[in-house]
Nanobody, 111 residues
Framework: QVRLVESGGGLVQPGGSLRLSCAASGRIFSSYTMGWYRQAPEKQRELVAV???????NYADSVKGRFTISRNLAKNTMYLQMNNLKPEDTAVYYC?????WGQGTQVTVSS
């Protein structure tokens, strides 16, 4: 089991940017699925972006062209660069590695 800790959330104006980080307590491997999810109030948790077991990248249609997922295996860390943020991106963002979840970090997009 790996402990995951997200950081980088906050309050940003529409059109702004944030970079989320997810630090793992142990070694992470590219052979396992690792990704970002989010949950807005009164909505189900949804996929944002993910590295699949085959090493492919998948993005939710709503974030394509605005968000970029990346990772540094040497640092056991995953990132989510979020640009051109919209109010509808407001949610708690979680990282997931295999079946382990982080505690989440709040992202609020508001003027």
């Amino acid at each position: 089991q790996v402990r995951l800790v997200e950081s980088g959330g906050g309050l940003v104006q529409p059109g702004g940017s944030l970079r989320l980080s997810c630090a793992a307590s142990g070694r992470i491997f590219s052979s396992y699925t690792m990704g970002w999810y989010r949950q807005a109030p009164e909505k189900q948790r949804e996929l944002v972006a993910v590295f699949t077991t085959g090493g492919y990248l998948n993005y939710a249609d709503s974030v394509k062209g605005r968000f970029t997922i990346s990772r540094n295996l040497a640092k056991n860390t995953m990132y989510l660069q979020m640009n051109n943020l919209k109010p509808e991106d407001t949610a708690v963002y979680y990282c997931k590695y295999r079946t382990d979840w982080g505690q989440g970090t709040q992202v609020t997009v508001s003027s």
